[in-house]
């Protein structure tokens, strides 16, 4: 079967920095998104790797390795608004995406 | 405006009723989607449609329809709700990339409750 695990939860400091792991088993593999979620909202994009490697969008970063079936998002300079879900999905063989079940992360002062 | 608008936005309703959830978009995309979300567990596709005359369906489309009127309009079907199809709803555009599928435009949910 296709599987994402992400963790359930995570907690940061304002200010800090932090690392949301995604590990993807799925059939094939066409890119990997990832959205952000404010709770009662919709997902809304943050970033697309097809590529290995890192890519950097402001305070935001992802990185992809294929070989491992690996992603992380990297956020700085954490600010409160940052607490959101964090969902990461994988475009497989067939081309349909597979989510995963998202990461909640809370930022406190 | 939101690009993409679902109505309702709320809706609590009773077992065996039927439900209708309507999605339009202003993104001009040829491909939308129906999704549910449950606390816990990640998106899950109901239906998908690539043009209005190709419906698919998801991964969970038991107890659910769906109706592609135009390009912009893409309405979800409940026949018969169940207590169990509670869960908030997300509609969804995208555009047609070379590569398959590009980034996706959600509307803002409809949460629905069945008693």
């Known amino acids: 079967g296709q599987n994402i695990d992400q963790p359930t939860e995570m907690t940061a400091t304002e200010g800090a920095i932090v690392q949301i792991n995604c590990t993807y088993q799925?059939?094939?593999?066409?890119?990997l998104f990832w959205y952000q979620q404010h709770a009662g909202e919709a997902p809304t994009f943050l970033s697309y790797?097809?590529l290995d490697g890192l890519e950097e969008k402001g305070r935001f970063s992802s990185f992809l390795s294929r070989s491992k079936g690996y992603s992380y998002l990297l956020l700085k300079e954490l600010q409160m608004k940052d607490s959101a879900s964090y969902l990461c999905?994988?475009?497989?063989?067939?081309?349909?995406?597979?989510w995963g079940a998202g990461t909640k992360l809370i930022i406190k002062p | 405006d939101a690009d993409v608008t679902q109505t309702p936005r709320n809706r609590i309703t009773k077992t065996g009723k039927r439900i209708m959830l309507e999605c339009s978009q202003t993104?001009?995309?040829?491909?939308m989607y129906w999704y549910r979300q449950d606390p816990g567990l990640g998106l899950r596709l109901i239906y998908y449609?690539?043009?209005?005359?190709?419906?698919n369906k998801g991964e969970i489309s038991d107890g659910y329809s769906v109706s592609r009127q135009a390009q912009a309009k893409f309405s979800l079907s409940l026949e018969s709700a169940i207590p169990n199809q509670t869960a908030l709803y997300f509609c969804?555009?995208?555009?047609?990339?070379?590569?398959?599928?590009?980034?996706?435009?959600f509307g803002e949910g409809s949460r629905l409750t069945v008693l």
């Open positions: 449609s690539f043009d209005v005359k190709d419906i």
């Open positions: 993104k001009g995309h040829d491909r």
């Open positions: 799925t059939s094939g593999f066409n890119g």
């Open positions: 969804a555009t995208s555009d047609l990339k070379r590569e398959g599928i590009g980034e996706l435009f």
């Open positions: 790797n097809v």
């Open positions: 999905a994988v475009i497989d063989s067939n081309y349909q995406l597979i």
